[in-house]
């Protein structure tokens, strides 16, 4: 192998070992996206879309069977970090779960002041509740060491407490038709899969097989399929030995799945599903949609609603004595931070389909307002960290 060779296979594997590649990638899918979308491309774009494979098309088996792998990497996430990470103990989970409660409080509120007298648009309400972690780190990445770490763990801490409180309203609100007969065996399975982990299996494999089957029944019963990819990872072992906390190790079978599929969600799924559903066209498009009260209530809940949530929420907490400043961070590196969680792409625009489901004039609504959003949040919060003050400043 030449030296030239040896260095682009070193370079790639750096890239893709680098926790906020992925964001990077995602930003690219969602911008070819756009392109295809307003190009002579646009027609089977759109065709290939809907094109039916078996009884679903296409986008839903995106949305509803790939998908569920990247939620399964959202659950064994949320798992890991409540048992064995960053938030394991009350004292780490105070800051970014307050942060995280605001978050997605504020940017609801303003949605709701938005879209108050139509009944149809205010299904929408938790669209902008969510903060995506892959782009907010992928743009935090292109900072350097100009942004502490500890503000890149709180983020990360923020993010894991949104994607729960994402799938908790998912399950909540975003659910028709309920079949109890499916909803039985799927809490069958679940039962299973508790009751193995109990008994010491530690085999990944009968947790796959099983977690076929549970979202096969999750679908069924009306629950939306993606939820299915959390309860499994709940009932994932983190420990290589029976009751033994003190065993968790990197080879825990939570572990061995998390790693195995932390490549293909962040460079495959995800790209995929960025790609899939980023497509906007703006053909016969004018300005007068950024003036709909969708469009506004989603982008200005990411744009406002997330930094009065998030900043507002920690500056009451951090006033009160009640926790402090990431360590080595600055007051105007911490506002850069919230203004980065106004970037909701994945799970907004995920939330979004479910909420508008069969009604493409008010997804694209959506899309247009989580685009604008986004884009303005993840500008101005790397504008404010490129110029922020690296030493910590204490308010007046």
């Not at 938005?114 to 780190?137: E, K």
């Not at 497509?279 to 469009?295: D, Q, R, Y």
């Not at 009640?322 to 931070?337: K, N, R, T, Y």
Request: hydrophobic share 55%; aromatic share 8%; proline share 5%.
């Amino acid at each position: 192998m030449t030296a030239g060779g040896g260095r682009i296979r070193s370079m790639l594997r750096n890239f893709l070992d680098n926790e906020a590649a992925g964001g990077l990638v995602l930003m690219a899918a969602a911008v070819l996206a756009l392109v295809v979308a307003n190009s002579p491309l646009a027609p089977g774009y759109f065709a290939a879309l809907a094109a039916y494979l078996g009884p679903l098309s296409l986008l839903h088996w995106i949305n509803d069977a790939l998908m569920a792998a990247f939620f399964l990497m959202v659950g064994l996430e949320i798992k890991r970090e409540m048992l064995d990470g960053q938030l394991s103990t009350w004292s780490r989970r105070v800051l970014p779960g307050v942060a995280a409660l605001g978050g997605m409080a504020a940017p609801a509120l303003i949605y709701i002041a938005f879209n108050a007298g139509d009944a149809q648009a205010l299904r929408g309400w938790a669209i902008p509740s969510a903060t995506d972690i892959a782009f907010a780190l992928g743009v935090l990445s292109l900072l350097g060491p100009r942004v502490p770490a500890s503000l890149k763990v709180f983020l990360a801490a923020l993010a894991i407490i949104d994607d729960l409180g994402a799938v908790v309203i998912i399950a909540l609100f975003y659910t028709t038709g309920l079949s109890l007969p499916d909803l039985g065996l799927a809490a069958l399975v679940v039962a299973v899969l508790y009751g193995m982990n109990r008994l010491g299996v530690r085999s990944l494999w009968p947790y796959m097989v099983l977690g076929v089957a549970l979202w096969l029944f999750v679908f069924r019963s009306g629950v939306h399929a993606t939820v299915a990819g959390v309860l499994l990872a709940l009932c994932i072992p983190i420990t290589t030995t029976p009751g033994a906390p003190e065993a968790r190790t990197d080879e825990s079978p939570l572990h061995r799945l998390e790693h195995a599929l932390s490549w293909p969600v962040a460079f495959v799924i995800v790209p995929i599903f960025g790609f899939a559903n980023a497509g906007v066209s703006f053909a016969g498009v004018g300005p007068e949609v950024l003036l709909e009260p969708l469009t506004l209530g989603v982008a200005v809940g990411l744009l406002a609603g997330k930094v009065i949530g998030v900043f507002g929420a920690s500056t009451l907490l951090i006033r009160c004595g009640l926790a402090d400043l990431p360590a080595g961070a600055s007051w105007s590196q911490f506002f850069g931070v919230a203004l980065l969680c106004g970037i909701g792409f994945t799970m907004s625009l995920f939330i979004g389909l479910l909420a508008f489901d069969g009604l493409p004039l008010l997804q694209e609504e959506v899309k247009f307002g989580i685009l604008c959003g986004s884009i303005i949040s993840g500008l101005l919060g790397y504008g404010v960290l490129r110029v922020a003050p690296r030493e910590r400043h204490q308010l007046a």
